[in-house]
C-alpha cells in the first residue's frame, strides 16, 4: 500500500523531536482521571482563571462593548457601564476597519501599538517607537516569528537557559535548529554564571553550530527568580562580544513577590548603558496579557518590540506576520486595556486599583506559603519564588525510586509526579520537561491555587511526599545538586 503524507513515519520528522512537556504525560494522564470523576488541581499550567483568579472588571468591561457596539446605542448603557469603559470601547472601535470582526494590519492596530508604546517609555524612560512594536496571538506566536526569522538551518543554534520553558526547546525543534542550553545555578538561586555561558558556546561552535541568539526569561520560568541590573549588564556585554541577538522574554514583568530585585527591562539596561552597545546590540522583547494581574491567558493579546533591528529585517518579520493575516483583534483590545488601564481621577480607577492589587498582594502571600510548605518537606528543597507564577523545587529520590522508575520505562522524576497525580490530584510538570542537570530531579508547580485552598494542597503534598520517601528509602542516599 503506498504511503500517505501524514501516515506518522511520512510526517515532517521536526515536528516529531519538538517536544511540549506543559501538556504532555503528566497532562494527558491528569485530563483520563479528570473524565473518570477525579477532582483533578492542574498546578501544571500558569493559567490564572482556570485557577480561581477572577477577571479584572474594567477590561472585560471595555471588551465586552466592542464585542457589542449595539450596547453603546442603548440610553441606558450608562446604567451599566461606567463613563470610562464607554469612552474607552468608543476609542478603541475608532481604530478599527469595521468592529471586532475586521482584520486589523498584521502588525497590529496602530492606535494601540501607539498606547503599548507610550507604556514602553514610561516603564523605561526612552521613547519607544509603534512602528517597531508588533501585536501577536499572545507573547508565544511573537517568539515563533523571531525564532523562525533567526534560525536558517540545523546549523544555527539558539542559547536558552536550562531549566526552560518548552515552547524554546519545542520551537527551535520545530524550526531545525540546534538548541544550546546554559544552566543556571541552583546554589545561587537560579543565578548565571557568564562562564557556563561562554563554556556552552564554545562546545557549541566546537559541534560546528553556528549561536545566533541568546533567550533570556525575566522573571525565570520555571525558576521563578529575578535578574539585577548587573547581571542584565552582563548579559547584554556578552551578547555584543558575541554578536548575538537576545531575545528577552519579559512576560512576568509585573509578577514580582519581593523589593530587593524589582524587574527591570532588558531594553531600559540597554539604553542606560550608552555608547556604542545601546546603538548596536539586536533586542526582541516579549510581552503578554496572559500573566500578572489580567491573567487573560484565553485571549491571546501579546507583544514584542524590536530594538536596533535594521529596517530590511523589520520588513522582512513584518511579512512573516503577514502569513497569518491578523493577530486576534480582541487580544489587541486587551492589551490596550492592560498598557493604557484607568489612571487617578477616572471613575474606573480606585476598583481597577484595588482589584489589581489584590491579585498581587494575595500571589506574593501565596509564594511564600508554597515555598516554606516545600521545605518543610522530607528530601525537598524550594528556592523562593522571587517572581513569575511558579515553584520549582528540588526532589532528592531515593536510589530505589529511581530504581523503580527506571524498571517501569519511566524518568524518575515523571514517574514522581505520576504517583503524586494518583494520590492526590495535583497536576505538576517534572522536571524534565524544562531540562536539569544529570541526576538531580525536580517539579514544577504554579502559585495560582486559591490563597485559601493553599494550606490543603501543600498538606496533601506534604502527606504524599513524606510516605512516598519512607516507602523507597534506603542507606544509599539520594540524588542531589
Given at each position: 500500500m503506498s504511503r500517505k503524507a501524514l501516515d506518522y513515519?511520512?510526517?515532517?520528522?521536526?515536528?516529531?523531536?519538538?517536544?511540549?512537556?506543559?501538556?504532555?504525560?503528566?497532562?494527558?494522564?491528569a485530563s483520563e482521571l479528570q473524565k473518570e470523576g477525579k477532582k483533578i488541581i492542574f498546578?501544571?499550567?500558569?493559567?490564572?482563571?482556570?485557577?480561581?483568579?477572577?477577571?479584572?472588571?474594567?477590561?472585560?468591561?471595555?471588551?465586552?462593548?466592542?464585542?457589542?457596539?449595539?450596547?453603546?446605542?442603548?440610553?441606558?448603557?450608562?446604567?451599566?457601564?461606567?463613563?470610562?469603559?464607554?469612552?474607552?470601547?468608543?476609542?478603541?472601535?475608532?481604530?478599527?476597519a469595521g468592529g471586532l470582526g475586521a482584520y486589523s494590519d498584521s502588525r497590529g492596530l496602530p492606535g494601540i501599538r501607539k498606547e503599548v508604546?507610550?507604556?514602553?517609555?514610561?516603564?523605561?524612560?526612552?521613547?519607544?517607537?509603534?512602528?517597531?512594536?508588533?501585536l501577536t496571538d499572545g507573547a508565544s506566536k511573537g517568539v515563533m516569528q523571531i525564532l523562525q526569522t533567526v534560525i536558517r538551518g540545523q546549523g544555527d543554534g539558539i542559547l536558552v537557559p536550562v531549566p526552560q520553558y518548552p515552547l524554546y526547546s519545542a520551537a527551535i525543534s520545530l524550526f531545525g535548529g540546534a538548541l544550546v542550553p546554559y544552566f543556571l545555578e541552583?546554589?545561587?538561586?537560579?543565578?548565571?554564571?557568564?562562564?557556563?555561558?561562554?563554556?556552552?558556546?564554545?562546545?557549541?561552535r566546537f559541534k560546528g553550530i553556528t549561536v545566533r541568539a541568546m533567550v533570556i526569561i525575566n522573571p525565570g520560568n520555571p525558576t521563578g527568580q529575578c535578574l539585577s541590573v548587573d547581571n542584565l549588564q552582563e548579559i547584554l556585554r556578552y551578547c555584543h562580544q558575541e554578536n548575538l541577538v537576545l531575545l528577552g522574554d519579559e512576560v512576568y514583568q509585573t509578577n514580582v513577590y519581593q523589593d530587593e530585585r524589582p524587574f527591570i527591562s532588558s531594553r531600559k539596561v540597554l539604553l542606560d548603558m550608552g555608547g556604542p552597545i545601546s546603538k548596536e546590540l539586536q533586542l526582541v522583547s516579549f510581552h503578554t496579557v496572559s500573566k500578572g494581574f489580567l491573567g487573560e491567558c484565553g485571549q491571546r493579546g501579546g507583544y514584542f518590540e524590536m530594538t536596533n533591528i535594521p529596517p530590511q529585517s523589520v520588513d522582512e518579520?513584518?511579512?512573516?506576520?503577514?502569513?497569518?493575516?491578523?493577530?486576534?483583534?480582541?487580544?489587541?483590545?486587551?492589551?490596550?486595556?492592560?498598557?493604557?488601564p484607568p489612571k487617578p481621577g477616572d471613575i474606573s480607577?480606585?476598583?481597577?486599583?484595588?482589584?489589581?492589587?489584590?491579585?498581587?498582594?494575595?500571589?506574593?502571600?501565596?509564594?511564600?506559603?508554597?515555598?516554606?510548605?516545600?521545605?518543610?518537606?522530607?528530601?525537598?528543597?524550594?528556592?523562593?519564588?522571587?517572581?513569575?507564577?511558579?515553584?520549582?523545587?528540588?526532589?532528592?529520590?531515593?536510589?530505589?525510586?529511581?530504581?523503580?522508575?527506571?524498571?517501569?520505562?519511566?524518568?524518575?522524576?515523571?514517574?514522581?509526579?505520576?504517583?503524586?497525580?494518583e494520590a492526590t490530584g495535583i497536576s505538576t510538570v517534572p522536571g524534565s520537561g524544562f531540562g536539569q542537570k544529570e541526576g538531580v530531579f525536580h517539579l514544577r508547580t504554579t502559585i495560582l491555587p486559591a490563597e485559601e485552598d493553599m494550606p490543603a494542597i501543600m498538606e496533601s503534598f506534604k502527606k504524599f511526599n513524606d510516605a512516598f520517601m519512607t516507602q523507597y528509602e534506603d542507606s544509599r542516599g539520594y540524588s542531589r545538586m
Open positions: 513515519d511520512q510526517i515532517n520528522e521536526n515536528v516529531k523531536k519538538a517536544q511540549y512537556a506543559v501538556r504532555g504525560e503528566l497532562y494527558l494522564r498546578t501544571n499550567v500558569g493559567n490564572p482563571h482556570a485557577l480561581g483568579q477572577k477577571p479584572l472588571t474594567f477590561p472585560r468591561q471595555v471588551v465586552a462593548l466592542c464585542q457589542a457596539p449595539f450596547l453603546l446605542d442603548d440610553p441606558n448603557v450608562g446604567l451599566i457601564f461606567p463613563a470610562d469603559a464607554i469612552a474607552k470601547a468608543k476609542l478603541y472601535l475608532s481604530y478599527t508604546a507610550e507604556f514602553i517609555g514610561r516603564r523605561d524612560g526612552y521613547p519607544s517607537d509603534p512602528e517597531l512594536i508588533y541552583e546554589n545561587a538561586n537560579w543565578g548565571l554564571d557568564i562562564n557556563n555561558l561562554r563554556q556552552s558556546v564554545a562546545e557549541a518579520i513584518y511579512k512573516v506576520a503577514s502569513i497569518s493575516l491578523s493577530p486576534n483583534v480582541p487580544g489587541q483590545i486587551f492589551m490596550g486595556c492592560m498598557v493604557s480607577y480606585e476598583q481597577f486599583l484595588r482589584e489589581s492589587k489584590g491579585i498581587l498582594e494575595s500571589l506574593r502571600k501565596r509564594a511564600h506559603m508554597m515555598t516554606d510548605g516545600f521545605n518543610s518537606c522530607k528530601n525537598v528543597v524550594c528556592n523562593f519564588t522571587e517572581g513569575a507564577m511558579y515553584s520549582f523545587p528540588q526532589i532528592k529520590l531515593p536510589p530505589k525510586a529511581i530504581e523503580t522508575a527506571k524498571k517501569a520505562g519511566k524518568v524518575p522524576d515523571v514517574f514522581y509526579c505520576l504517583k503524586l497525580l
